[in-house]
């Protein structure tokens, strides 16, 4: 009987070891061509931002061929079958050299673009567009496909926790460009439930360029939210607007204010 259980022991240690050695080595395999894709969609990317640098309507118009490009990356998509949706790690570079572009185009221009975004958006999950819209850095695009489609609101909460943790702009500022979104961000920063004073105004004077657009869009925010809200629930619009404008900054109501009037935002049907 020792002579069996030994031998058991012996082959059990075998199997376990062999296993091992499978498994290593498929972990190794798979790791080599994840970054073997990962290349390849910084390749592609790299060619839509030298695209959108030369012709940004061309670009704009060839957006979802860039985007089929992309997720064809992994054969048959099957990385993207098991996974539920389209891996925004990949794709989401594309919506946000779109969005470096997007202030400075015509209107009509950021209207073909944000519908081009919605398009892509509305053939996914919800989640999966909401995970896309959490690595959008512009403010005006992240702004624009929330209002027209607010099942795709990604909000801000990590950054929240983030602000409430770190009160000091030396400790705020230390692991800032961790955030994936700079735009979700300054959100969060605007919050003076989450963010210190200390920690606002140091912001606001880093990022003037990034604060302005961000208040662009919490004025169209403000706006469009409590519009629906003053609609649906048969309550005063000022009143709504003002409750949206309450959650943020006082420093920055008057800007805010003053931004609804410009109605920079665009609104699809």
């Known amino acids: 009987m020792g002579n069996l259980l030994d031998f058991e022991q012996a082959f059990q240690k075998r199997l376990a070891s062999k296993l091992a050695t499978q498994m290593r080595a498929t972990v190794g395999n798979l790791t080599t061509q994840l970054e073997a894709m990962d290349n390849l969609a910084e390749e592609i990317a790299q060619d839509y931002f030298t695209l959108i640098t030369r012709d940004p309507v061309q670009a704009i118009h060839r957006?979802?061929?860039f985007i089929e490009r992309t997720r064809d990356i992994n054969p048959s998509r099957a990385y993207e079958s098991m996974a539920g949706g389209p891996n925004q790690d990949w794709i989401g570079p594309l919506l946000d050299i779109l969005?470096?572009?997007?202030?400075?185009?015509?209107?009509s221009v950021r209207e073909y673009g944000l519908r081009q975004c919605l398009n892509y958006f509305d053939g996914l999950r919800s989640d999966y567009a909401q995970n896309h819209v959490a690595l959008i850095n512009e403010p005006w695009l992240a702004c624009d496909i929330v209002i027209t489609r607010p099942i795709y609101w990604c909000g801000y909460k990590e950054y929240c926790d983030y602000s409430q943790e770190n009160k000091s702009w030396k400790n705020f500022s230390a692991k800032m460009n961790e955030a994936k979104s700079t735009f979700?961000?300054?959100?969060?920063v605007t919050c003076p439930q989450y963010t210190s004073l200390?920690?606002?105004i140091n912001f606001y004077r880093t990022f003037p360029k990034l604060m302005d657009r961000t208040k662009d869009a919490?004025?169209?925010?403000?706006?469009?939210?409590?519009?629906?809200?003053a609609e649906r629930e048969h309550l005063?619009?000022?009143t709504c607007i003002d409750?949206?404008?309450?959650?943020?900054d006082p420093?920055?109501?008057?800007?805010?204010?003053a931004k609804i009037e410009e109605k920079k935002w665009i609104l699809l049907e």
Do not use: C, F, Q
């Open 243 to 248: 409750e949206r404008i309450a959650k943020h």
């Open 99 to 107: 969005g470096i572009v997007y202030p400075e185009l015509e209107k």
């Open 63 to 65: 957006l979802p061929e």
């Open 218 to 229: 919490i004025a169209a925010m403000s706006a469009v939210y409590g519009g629906r809200k």
């Open 184 to 188: 979700w961000l300054a959100m969060a």
């Open 198 to 200: 200390e920690v606002r």
């Open 251 to 257: 420093l920055l109501h008057d800007t805010i204010k």
């Open 236 to 238: 005063n619009l000022s």
